[in-house]
């Protein structure tokens, strides 16, 4: 599979607790991006990277959230202490050119 | 900052009708403007896209107009096929940014038999 894959595809969780998730891009790809996506809304910017350098990040994003692209290929995003409001679709996209393509998505719930 | 508007919220057409799904967006500096078709549950994909320096893009049944003045972009689907009924989301890049995009709210767009 040549597109962009993420790992797990749902994750269920009580608040409180940390959980990962983890992007692959399309493996000719320099930049990455991840998003969150609530029902019935478009996706919402939260970082941005460029190889390894994270580059761009949402002023949305709190503290409780962490991204990490070590070596400039697969990327993690880490949220600390998950609350309610978490709960929403993860997405990654990779870029080549001009255009995004996007993963499947994490599916978050907090309970 | 970057803001794009986009209508109607939900479309319903007849099958074999064209459908149009219109949005407006805030800075003239933008220049690339995607179209993403989301089916319920599944990812975003690309389905056309446009960039500042064209006027119109068409592949195949579909079609992007872009109004630099008007600061106004269209998506157009002809001969519509039920395949087609999803949410689509209109997109633009926030100028100085590494193509970051703002989104349009979405169009849910329902195709009848």
């Known amino acids: 599979d040549t597109g962009v894959s993420q790992d797990p595809r749902h994750k269920i969780t009580k608040r409180g607790q940390n959980v990962t998730f983890r992007c692959d891009p399309i493996?000719?790809?320099?930049?990455l991006y991840w998003y969150r996506q609530t029902l019935g809304q478009g996706p919402e910017f939260l970082t941005y990277?460029?190889?390894?350098?994270?580059?761009?990040k949402s002023r949305l994003l709190s503290d409780r959230f962490s991204a990490e692209r070590p070596k400039g290929s697969f990327s993690t995003l880490e949220i600390q202490r998950t609350e309610q409001g978490d709960s929403a679709m993860y997405l990654c996209?990779?870029?080549?050119?001009?255009?995004?393509?996007f993963g499947p998505g994490t599916r978050l719930t907090v309970t | 900052g970057e803001n794009v508007e986009q209508h109607p919220s939900t479309l319903s057409v007849q099958e074999g009708d064209s459908a149009v799904i219109k949005c407006t967006y805030s800075?003239?500096?933008?220049?690339?403007f995607p179209w993403y078709k989301q089916e319920l549950g599944k990812r975003p994909q690309l389905i056309i896209d446009?960039?500042?320096n064209v006027g119109e893009k068409k592949d195949q049944r579909i079609a992007v107009t872009l109004n630099k003045t008007a600061k106004h972009f269209s998506l157009h689907i002809t001969e519509t096929q039920p395949e087609d009924s999803a949410v689509y989301f209109c997109?633009?890049?926030?100028?100085?940014?590494?193509?970051?995009?703002?989104w349009g709210a979405g169009t849910k767009l329902i195709i009848k038999p």
């Open positions: 996209a990779s870029r080549g050119g001009d255009e995004q393509y």
């Open positions: 493996s000719e790809h320099n930049r």
């Open positions: 990277f460029q190889n390894e350098a994270q580059l761009e």
């Open positions: 800075d003239s500096a933008s220049n690339y």
């Open positions: 446009i960039r500042s």
């Open positions: 997109a633009a890049t926030i100028p100085g940014s590494n193509y970051q995009l703002i």
